[in-house]
């Protein structure tokens, strides 16, 4: 027919290219919807940010130390938040609607790759929301607290953190039906993002020891703490190991579950 | 050379149901066929066709697609062949263009070969004008053509097409039966599924016809038709005289020679007569029977058996 077929293929499949094509399809994705992701992103910590910290502050409620505090909360709360849906909401629909992801699925790798795949990405674009966070911010708030030893613990918190939020969003997504995408916003994220201790420092909840149990559950938690620790050193925090430790434990966690609820959903 | 499928004793068994939806399914398909599996709907065609494009895990037996166990090394098997879905699973993220080129990629084609293949095959499928365009506003058998494009990027050794034309206009029927016969003379063993009769009697080297699981009969089409039912039909409409009645005419019927059964169809007094001989060597015999017992014949039409014929002889006439 063509010379397409004469000439011999210089194809050379292997997982890990696979894996980098697959990888490399996201990334193209997300660039071309950038805009799109930016505002997916940005514009909830962003009101958050502006309300709490600057109208509360104007009306005198809140004190300027209290937006230094916020910020980096903030930041936990949008690198988490980021990593969990770039995977929980696209997989609902690609494994039901729009079966989009067969073709990945039927690519030349072992098929928890797929899912390693996503985590991946989601840890990047986790990353990449939270580098955005820090100049929204400081614009939003005229300055943004910034600590240079903190730095290295800041990244492992961030890459942690979003790892964890990545294997929760691979546990949800295939264990939600598409009939039930509501529900997660109303009953999974919403208390998640209010019990994890990025609006207040745990520290602070001695006095309400009950919520400080509840907290305590959310490994955003321990996120919010570490990356607290990491910028603003001076507020009272948990102690950085513990918030790692844990972090890693829950990353683990979700991962497994996620993988086992991906791997029944990808193969029947 | 080794079969392009091969499969041996083939079991799954869902969990919590209380039938196997696969029970102990084998054939062959030779290399360059195209291999027809025919059935009615849960017959378990889409769930064979799972274990062997890797996505279903098998109970028991054995499955091979050009040679490597599918259950056992999946990964390379997935280098070998291609699935065309039966509902649209392109990227709507990406254009048909892009669909094409990341299915190399993930197959790993450098990007000046994954380009110049994209660009040979849209235009074989008759795509190179709206290679650009958004997935989405592509009309069904444009998705089609596409998926097919899509799944020879990686020159697979062996297709799987899941009803290849269900929802197709005319045109885009004839056009998939070329590119798909084009592909069988490239040496690509296509097997695809369908419950088509027609599609499976034009399109097939050899069909295999499935219900419940199991496999009820492998040959050409026309060895089907001629083994099963025998070389052709004489439907005949005809009143019965008072006092007789339909099944007796039948009974009458069945002992003229070269007929070798014969069956009521709908409740009007039609009559089905599967012959062995020529049709209309018979229509002077039964008319002759027919008019013996005083019978008003209304209506003779001759015909030869159909795949259809066959499938519903094998698969019986219950709605599924």
């Known amino acids: ?268 | 050379m080794s079969a392009a499928v091969e499969v041996r004793d083939l079991v799954k068994r869902y969990p919590k149901r209380d039938v196997n939806a696969v029970d102990g399914l084998s054939f062959t398909v030779e290399p360059g066929e195209i291999f027809g599996l025919l059935g009615p709907n849960g017959a378990g065609k889409s769930t064979t066709i799972g274990v062997l494009t890797t996505r279903v895990r098998a109970t028991s037996g054995d499955a091979t697609v050009a040679g490597i166990d599918v259950v056992r090394d999946p990964v390379a098997a997935r280098r070998l062949f291609a699935v065309v879905p039966q509902q649209s699973n392109l990227d709507r993220s990406l254009t048909p263009r892009q669909n094409l080129a990341f299915h190399a990629a993930y197959h790993g084609y450098p990007r000046a070969e994954r380009n110049a293949r994209a660009a040979t095959l849209l235009d074989e499928f008759g795509l190179a004008e709206q290679a650009d365009v958004k997935v989405d506003w592509y009309s069904g058998g444009m998705a089609q053509r596409l998926m097919i494009a899509r799944a020879m990027m990686h020159e697979p050794r062996v297709l799987f097409l899941d009803e290849p034309t269900t929802g197709l206009d005319p045109q885009s029927r004839i056009f998939m039966w070329e590119r798909v016969r084009d592909l069988r003379s490239r040496g690509v063993t296509v097997v695809l599924t369908t419950h088509d009769m027609d599609e499976a009697a034009e399109m097939s080297d050899r069909v295999g016809i499935v219900d419940h699981g199991k496999l009820l009969a492998l040959d050409t089409p026309a060895g089907l038709t001629r083994g099963v039912a025998g070389q052709g039909v004489l439907d005949l409409s005809v009143t019965p005289a008072a006092g007789d009645d339909t099944d007796k005419l039948i009974a009458a019927l069945t002992d003229v020679a070269g007929v070798s059964r014969g069956e009521p169809v709908g409740n009007n007094g039609s009559i089905r007569l599967y012959v062995t001989a020529e049709p209309e060597t018979l229509i002077g015999p039964a008319v002759t029977v027919l008019t013996s017992r005083s019978a008003t014949v209304t209506d003779v039409h001759m015909g030869s058996t159909t795949l259809e014929d066959v499938f519903i002889d094998l698969t019986g006439r219950a709605l599924r």
């Open chain 1, 1 to 268: 027919m063509t010379d397409v077929d004469i000439r011999p293929s210089e194809a050379r499949p292997s997982a890990g290219r696979a894996f980098r094509a697959i990888l490399w399809r996201d990334v193209f994705v997300t660039g071309k919807e950038f805009w799109v992701f930016l505002a997916q992103v940005a514009l909830q910590p962003l009101f958050m940010l502006f309300v709490f910290a600057k109208v509360l502050n104007a009306g005198g409620y809140v004190t300027d130390d209290y937006a230094h505090l916020l910020l980096p909360g903030i930041v936990a709360l949008t690198a988490f938040l980021t990593a969990l849906q770039t995977v929980s909401f696209p997989l609902i629909m690609e494994f039901s609607f729009t079966r989009e992801i067969e073709d990945r699925l039927l690519a030349p790798l072992p098929t928890y790759l797929v899912a390693i795949e996503k985590l991946t990405l989601a840890i990047v674009r986790a990353l990449a929301s939270a580098v955005v966070m820090f100049p929204i911010g400081a614009l939003v708030l005229g300055s943004a607290p910034w600590h240079a030893d903190g730095l290295t613990l800041l990244v492992v918190s961030l890459i942690l953190g979003s790892w964890v939020g990545a294997g929760i969003g691979l546990a949800l997504g295939t264990m939600v039906p598409p009939s039930k995408i509501s529900v997660i916003f109303a009953v999974i994220l919403t208390p998640l993002m209010f019990t994890g201790a990025t609006q207040y420092p745990w520290k602070s909840l001695d006095s309400m020891r009950w919520f400080q149990v509840v907290t305590a559950f959310n490994p955003l938690t321990y996120l919010s703490e570490v990356v607290r620790a990491a910028v603003v050193p001076d507020v009272p925090h948990i102690a950085p190991w513990i918030c790692l430790l844990v972090l890693t434990l829950s990353g683990a966690l979700f991962t497994a579950i996620g993988i086992r609820g991906f791997m029944r959903r990808a193969l029947s």
